[in-house]
């Protein structure tokens, strides 16, 4: 037996004809094999009631998508199958019980409900191994992945339970509830929360680091920017590693952090549930419905009376969104912020296509996009955002009755609209399910949507 087969095997897996298999009798499912069926035919979980959706640039493999084995013109479709313009059930949700998904740059992560080793599993680029170490070949490392694959993390038990996930721009992060939390890919300016090693090659690596908790606390939600990672304890400390250039990590200067370290200024005194940041400007909510922001602020998404466009440590920001009631959720794209308050409204700021029209591109106070956009009418008074979410150039909003709303810059078709064509107001996604949540990347969005039936 190869050196490569020795390691997959330690690690719980064969490699047949290139394929992945567990060590036990069960076989990890071919996602061909599978696509071959009509869509009411997959074999659905009898233990899950979700499925997930993906649309946007598909050459990546980041969609996980196959095209059918029986299809006689596989061949040709599959050359020209570089963009989704539209949502496209995924068969990995339908043979397993998928609870959590992350979006990186051009790449996927899933995590699935199970007591087994694989509990989760990565498409798309890896060329700093973010998903993981995959060699079918002795010394020949996958840097493409199109099809999910089982990321390999040493638990010390097989009862830990995966309670959230993120990705970067080259990294990953997986939240455990008793094993603290893994970090994936590269570490370059200390994203993964370790000591940098310049000399460090990623690709085929299989480093995974824990870290089991920060400040003897437990380590509640994680949230990735584009080389920088956040952390909420339980108690609601922010903790930041990695890239600090823009004051992403709220530190106090622009230096590099290697280990995660308390986020400094105004965030030190409150209970922080949710932070938000997709490249390098974070927002931060407290469980009052407070909003707190620091990092990169070149076009107004933290406000300073100084006028500085990098903000080095979290300030509040009560006074900027005085006003607008309590806050329930956040998003931070690369130039702009979206939020929504407790009466269902969003309001969004910064600079972009923002929803507001072709006139409006930059906003320096938070602007309420109508709710008529959004489905609210006489015929429907109580439609209401509850959830937001952004991209680099992409926004989202999903209502309390299941839809999702789509609007900003579409590469590659990551509005999955139908269409290449730039959206200036929210346009409701056709998609075949209740809407529970949506990730969107830089050329790529993905949904866990609750099925009609």
Known sequence: ?????VVLRNRGLNVVQGRYYATTKKKIPDPDEEESLPIFQYPTSKSSDRNMYSWGLAETGALGIHMPRGNKNRK?????????????????????????IAAGYGF?????????????????????????????????PLELLLSPAPIFLPYKSLETKIIGIDAGRAHSVIVTDNEGVFTLGNNAYGQCGRKINPNEEYKGSMVSY????????????????????????????????????????GLGTFDNQAIPALVQGDVTSEKIVKVASTVDCVLALNDRGELFGWG???????????????????????????????????????????IVNEAGDAFVWGFGLLGLGPNVEHSKIPKQIPSPLFGRNEFNTESRVEKVACGIGHLAAITNDGHLYMWGRNRQGCLGLGSSKDQYFPLKVSIGGFVMKVICSVDHSVAICKPFT
């Open 1 to 5: 037996m190869n050196k490569i087969k």
């Open 296 to 338: 990169n602020s070149e076009y107004g998404q933290i406000p300073m009376k100084s006028g500085t466009q990098q903000v080095n440590m979290s300030y509040s920001l009560r006074e900027f969104t005085r006003g607008l009631g309590k806050i329930i959720d956040i998003a931070a794209g690369g130039s702009f912020c979206l």
């Open 210 to 249: 824990n870290i089991k908790k920060l400040g003897k606390e437990k380590i509640a939600s994680v949230c990735c920017g584009q080389d920088h990672t956040l952390f909420i304890t339980e108690s609601g400390k922010v903790y930041a590693c990695g890239w600090g250039a823009d004051g992403q990590t």
């Open 76 to 100: 040709q479709y599959r050359n020209n199958f570089s963009l989704c313009w539209y949502p496209m059930r995924s068969s990995f949700a339908e043979r397993f019980d998928v609870e959590h």
């Open 108 to 140: 996927t992560v899933a995590s699935i409900k199970t007591n087994e080793q694989h509990k989760v599993f990565g498409t798309g680029i890896n060329t700093d191994s973010q998903i993981g170490y995959h060699a079918p070949r002795m010394g020949h």
